[in-house]
């Protein structure tokens, strides 16, 4: 059974800085390009950050590239997010996405929710 479990969201202040974690199982994780998605209320979907399954390239929107970092650790079927100097406009239900390097295979968490304000 595919399961995606995020963690680490929260409220935070503007300028402050959150670690979202997503573990994963049910399938060959290095197999998977993984993804961090956000959607913000009255939103679509957007894609945050990605990181390709084994070669470690990676992929940033515009709006976070310099603040967020996006990591995986392929021994123990992890992908993080480390956000730093968080905005109000970062605010969004975060989703953690994985997409088959070799299938149409794509599972989704259930979210973790980020809120920055003071």
């Known amino acids: 059974q595919v399961q995606l479990v995020e963690s680490g969201g929260g409220l935070v202040q503007p300028g402050g800085s959150l670690r979202l974690s997503c573990a994963a199982s049910?399938?060959?994780?290095?197999?998977?390009?993984m993804r961090w998605y956000r959607q913000a209320p009255g939103k679509e979907r957007e894609l945050v950050a990605s990181i390709h399954g084994f070669n470690m390239d990676t992929y940033y929107a515009a709006s976070v590239k310099d603040r967020f970092t996006i990591s995986r650790d392929n021994a123990k079927n992890t992908v993080s997010l480390q956000m730093n100097d968080l905005k109000p406009e970062d605010t969004a239900l975060y989703f953690c996405n994985a997409a088959s390097h070799y299938s149409g295979n794509n599972y989704w968490g259930q979210g973790t929710q980020v809120t920055v304000s003071s």
């Open positions: 049910g399938f060959t994780f290095s197999d998977y390009a």
